[in-house]
C-alpha cells in the first residue's frame, strides 16, 4: 500500500524526511509499551561472551530498534536486504544510529557474507532476520550458522512477542503491537555450532531455538 502512495525519484532510497518521521513514529508509539524483558540466562547482564550472533524472525523486527536495551544495540550490525524495499529499511533503521550491511540470499550474499565476517572481528555483533528477504516464514537461512562456523561466534536467539498486535498482509506477516499493550523481549539460550557441523541441521536447531521463544 505504501508503494501505491508514496513516489520516489529514487526508487531505491527512501527520503531521509520520511524515513525520520517512520522512525519517529515508531519511538513515539514505542513509549507506550509495558515492556518486560526476560532474560532467563543472564545474557543482559553478563553481555559475555561476545560478539554474538542474533538471529530473529523478520515480522518481530520492526520495533526492536526502538525497545531493546541501548547497551544491547550500540555494538550490533544489522544485515539488510540490497533490495529496494531494503533501501527503504536501511534509511530507517539509521535513524536508530544502528550499523548497517547490505545483502541477503539472494542478492550480493558473498559480499555481505564478508563485511559481517569483519565486523565480527571488529567486535560487532550481526543481527539477521533468518528467514528473509522473502521467506517462506519461519525457516532459517544459513547465513548466521556459516557466520558461526566461520568466526567461532556463538548464537543468541532474540524475539519480540506482542499477545494484542496488528498483523501486516504480507509474506512475513509483521507484528505491529497496539499502542500501551503488553510487549515481551524474550532471549533464548547461546548455541553454539561446531566448525564440522552439517549446515541444515545446525540451522534447524536455530529455528528450533527461535520457535521455542515464540507466544505464537
Do not use: C
Not at 3 to 29: C, D, E
Not at 120 to 148: F, M
Amino acid at each position: 500500500m505504501v508503494r501505491k502512495i508514496f513516489t520516489f525519484k529514487n526508487k531505491k532510497h527512501m527520503p531521509t524526511w520520511l524515513a525520520g518521521l517512520l522512525a519517529g513514529l515508531v519511538k513515539l508509539i514505542a513509549t507506550t509499551y509495558r515492556l518486560r524483558v526476560e532474560d532467563p540466562h543472564g545474557w543482559l547482564t553478563r553481555h559475555e561472551p561476545w560478539p554474538i550472533i542474533v538471529p530473529i524472525w523478520h515480522n518481530r523486527i520492526l520495533f526492536l530498534p526502538a525497545l531493546a536495551p541501548r547497551g544491547f544495540l550500540e555494538r550490533m550490525v544489522v544485515l539488510i536486504s540490497a533490495s529496494r524495499d531494503g533501501g527503504y529499511v536501511a534509511a530507517f533503521v539509521r535513524f536508530f544510529k544502528l550499523r548497517v550491511v547490505r545483502g541477503s540470499s539472494s542478492r550480493g550474499a558473498r559480499a555481505a557474507f564478508l563485511a559481517l565476517s569483519r565486523e565480527l572481528q571488529a567486535g560487532y555483533s550481526p543481527i539477521l532476520t533468518v528467514d528473509g528477504p522473502r521467506g517462506p516464514r519461519y525457516t532459517v537461512q544459513h547465513g548466521a550458522v556459516a557466520l558461526a562456523m566461520r568466526s567461532g561466534a556463538p548464537i543468541l536467539p532474540i524475539a519480540l512477542n506482542a499477545p494484542k498486535r496488528w498483523n501486516l498482509k504480507n509474506w512475513d506477516g509483521t507484528q505491529i503491537p497496539w499502542p500501551f499493550s503488553r510487549v515481551t523481549l524474550r532471549l533464548g539460550a547461546l548455541l553454539f555450532v561446531a566448525p564440522g557441523e552439517e549446515r541444515e541441521a545446525a540451522a534447524e536447531r536455530v529455528r528450533q531455538a527461535l520457535l521455542a521463544i515464540n507466544e505464537d
